[in-house]
């Protein structure tokens, strides 16, 4: 036994006097001499915040606790009992606690406040993850990138992907993985268990905190915003990731070839490229892709024709996010994307990588019959068509048929000045 606990179950610090037994201090209360708090009853409880004690035990798992309380109210954990229930929705919940932070969904009640910036948040976790976004110092470096974190298991984490150590290995498929959050998430794709689901459509999710982003996506909330340029986001994630707009840092260098990538999923998918693995296929067709994104777009642009991201201004549907946000720089009139050489500016990324082939002299796409070769893709696409008999568009008037738009309006010149008739 510690010398503290020993030192309280010998002399009792009871209203200022003191007294040899707890059955002699029954009505009166007891002062901790460590801490200074009082208490009517279980002070020996009490000590063991102090001594670290915890006599108790779940015959289950094992796992320890200070009091008996405390193993019964963690049982439910085992035995899925649900005592407590919103008196508003009726969803049941194991803890008090957890209705208390339930109820603030329809409340509103957001009591955690950033001293920083103000935001406020529902939860003290969501409090505490937001307020890492303003701590600029990170305390331990990587020895082979030089990218900071807060603490020393993050780098050994973060460690993997230069080492290629994958320790959760999925006994189903072989697949392994850096990460045993990614493993969690990666099986539930084999069993279908996703325990936890969203209160207003019912999607069903792996892990708890995905319920809690997926709620945002109805809220409209964006709790992470960027000092720089103010744009917000759903999560602190994707605000760092944004950020590396700004510092231009690419931590994740491919292995092969040498390029870096701002996030570790482009770093990955970029990999693919040389080692021609493509996990994703269509379940239509039975096509492969090296990507998950580009797998879900051809599913819809190419079968089932879903359009599920639609414009609020001009209700215009597109296939994908990424398709949405470049269509609503038409209307906003943004360009983000800025040559480093001239200072022209773009609405999208591929269009200014596109003009920046006009400093380099860089010709990346070939025709694969005589070799010449372009800057832009759809130009290689509508040279190739030269090659072809067949014309896509033929003229009206004399039928003669062209392997582009652009050339049929030069021919339609040879008729006509008119040009507004076709």
């Known amino acids: 036994m510690s010398a503290i606990s020993v030192e309280i179950s010998k002399d009792f610090k009871v209203c200022g006097e003191a007294s040899s037994s707890n059955s002699k201090a029954t009505n009166h209360r007891y002062s901790c001499k460590v801490c200074g708090k009082t208490y009517s009853s279980n002070v020996k409880a009490h000590m063991r915040t102090h001594t670290g004690e915890k006599p108790y035990s779940c015959e289950v798992c094992g796992k320890s606790f200070a009091t008996n309380v405390d193993v019964k109210v963690h049982m439910r954990t085992h035995t899925g009992e649900k005592r407590f229930s919103c008196e508003i929705c009726d969803k049941p919940f194991a803890y ?5 932070v339930h109820m603030r969904i329809h409340t509103g009640e957001k009591p955690f406040h950033c001293e920083t910036c103000g935001i406020a948040y529902s939860t003290s976790s969501s409090l505490k993850s937001h307020t890492e976004t303003h701590n600029t110092e990170n305390k331990v470096v990587c020895e082979v990138c030089g990218k900071g974190f807060a603490n020393n298991y993050r780098v050994k984490i973060h460690m993997r992907i230069h080492t ?3 320790p959760f290995p999925c006994s189903i498929c072989g697949s392994a993985f850096i990460k045993s959050h990614d493993f969690k998430i990666h099986m ?3 069993t279908g268990n996703k325990p936890y ?4 459509c019912g999607s069903s999710f792996v892990i708890k905190t995905h319920v809690q982003r997926h709620m945002r996506t109805h809220t409209g909330e964006k709790p992470y915003s960027c000092e720089v340029c103010s744009k917000s986001f759903t999560t602190n994630s994707i605000l760092k990731i944004h950020m590396r707009t700004h510092t231009g840092v690419k931590p994740y260098p491919c ?6 990538f701002s996030n570790y999923s482009a770093a990955k998918d970029h990999l693919r490229i040389h080692t021609g693995e493509k996990p994703f296929s269509c379940e239509f067709c039975g096509k492969t892709f090296g990507n998950k994104s580009h797998a879900a777009m051809h599913m819809r642009r190419t079968h089932t024709g879903e359009k599920p ?7 215009k549907a597109f296939a994908t996010n990424a398709e949405l946000k470049s269509h609503m720089r038409t209307h906003t009139g943004e360009k983000p994307f800025s040559c480093d050489v001239c200072g022209s500016r773009f609405s999208t990324s591929s269009n200014a990588k596109g003009h920046m082939r006009t400093h380099t002299g860089e010709k990346p796409y070939s025709c694969d019959i005589c070799g010449k070769a372009f800057a832009g893709k759809s130009t290689a696409k509508v040279h190739m068509m030269t090659h072809s008999r067949e014309g896509r568009y033929s003229c009206k008037v004399c039928g003669k048929a062209v392997s582009c738009k652009s050339v049929l309006i030069q021919h339609m010149r040879t008729h006509t000045e008119n040009l507004n008739a076709y």
């Open 255 to 260: 292995i092969v070839c040498g390029m870096a």
């Open 164 to 166: 290629g150590e994958r």
């Open 197 to 200: 689901s969203c209160e207003v």
């Open 96 to 100: 008090k606690s957890s209705v208390k």
């Open 309 to 315: 991201y639609s414009c609020k201004v001009c209700d």
């Open 188 to 190: 539930a794709r084999h």
